[in-house]
């Protein structure tokens, strides 16, 4: 008699790692996914839509389109580890290639960071990994990287419908907050802001308000080191109905107690000197951008050559 004592969940996970009863593929990024229909299907009202006119009992791929920053070869990774454990790990990832979708405006970046700092956020690639049989060993992320992943991880969710998962990453995001200090980090914080609020209006307001109102709490949780931050100033040219709300929130919640006014003032007064000359810097960024374009290509090239 060949009883088994594997759980669901165990089996599951077993199939994850393995070939056999395949019967999908899914390419995301270059990379494929081997998985099952009847898995992925009943998860993800995108990959359900998706195979809807494939063939039954056969081996057939599909292909998600990769999206830079959140919908990459890492984050459908994580969505189809997901979709077979019910968790996807976000605490031991070193190689995770962060690839914000906004472009970044250098001048504003925190001028003090250090190398090993620059290091933990630059692209880099992973090798190829096999999946089915193989070795499926996950690449590494710092700590701080994973408030990066995760938020990446919602927006995957959020794109491959999968509502379970959006509110797994933000567990995850609110259980980082509980367990670390971003005192220093808060160019992490600013990268997820970025991510979060720069791929509107793919992803709706209404789509993202559970993780939005999480980061502004935070944000405001601990508001007297975010609005002297480097990263605040990014945050406010980038992404403005951040601010908006950050601020609205502030003030409310330092106006509901009297002992906090003093503080409020103080609070609200750097706000708005930090506004004041980011309006100053926005406004010369747009200048010097107009005087670029009226350069001839000559000039652009001399210039270019000479910086």
Request: net charge positive; aromatic share 8%; hydrophobic share 40%.
């Given at each position: 008699m060949n009883e088994k004592t594997v759980t669901p969940s165990q089996s599951n996970a077993m199939l994850w790692k393995s070939k056999t009863y395949s019967d999908l593929v899914i390419e995301c990024g270059g990379y494929p996914f081997q998985a099952r229909r009847g898995i992925v299907f009943t998860q993800s009202g995108l990959l359900e839509r998706r195979c809807e006119d494939l063939l039954p009992g056969s081996l057939q791929a599909i292909e998600v389109a990769s999206e830079e920053g959140f919908m990459e070869k890492d984050f459908m990774e994580q969505a189809l580890t997901y979709m077979y454990t019910g968790d996807y790990d976000d605490s031991v990832r070193d190689t995770f290639s962060h690839k914000n979708g906004a472009k970044k405006d250098n001048t504003t970046r925190n001028k003090t960071r250090t190398q090993a700092d620059d290091a933990m956020v630059s692209d880099t690639e992973h090798s190829p990994r096999k999946f089915g049989g193989?070795?499926?060993?996950?690449?590494?992320?710092?700590?701080?990287?994973?408030?990066?992943?995760?938020?990446?991880?919602?927006?995957?969710?959020?794109?491959?419908?999968?509502?379970?998962?959006?509110?797994a990453a933000c567990k995850k995001i609110e259980n980082y907050f509980i367990h670390t200090e971003l005192d220093q980090d808060w160019e992490f914080f600013a990268d997820s802001v970025e991510l979060l609020y720069t791929n509107m209006p793919i992803f709706t307001q209404r789509a993202t308000k559970q993780l939005r109102n999480i980061l502004v709490s935070k944000a405001v949780e601990q508001y007297s080191a975010f609005v002297i931050s480097d990263s605040f100033t990014r945050v406010t040219i980038l992404c403005p109905e951040f601010v908006a709300t950050f601020t609205k929130k502030l003030s409310n919640a330092l106006g509901r107690d009297e002992s906090f006014e003093a503080e409020r003032d103080d609070a609200l007064q750097e706000l708005a000197e930090a506004q004041a000359e980011l309006k100053i810097a926005r406004k010369n960024l747009v200048q010097e951008k107009a005087a670029q374009k009226r350069l001839p290509a000559s000039d652009k090239d001399h210039k270019a050559d000479t910086s």
């Open positions: 193989d070795t499926m060993d996950p690449p590494t992320m710092t700590v701080h990287k994973a408030l990066i992943f995760n938020t990446g991880t919602y927006l995957a969710a959020y794109r491959l419908q999968i509502m379970s998962l959006k509110n």
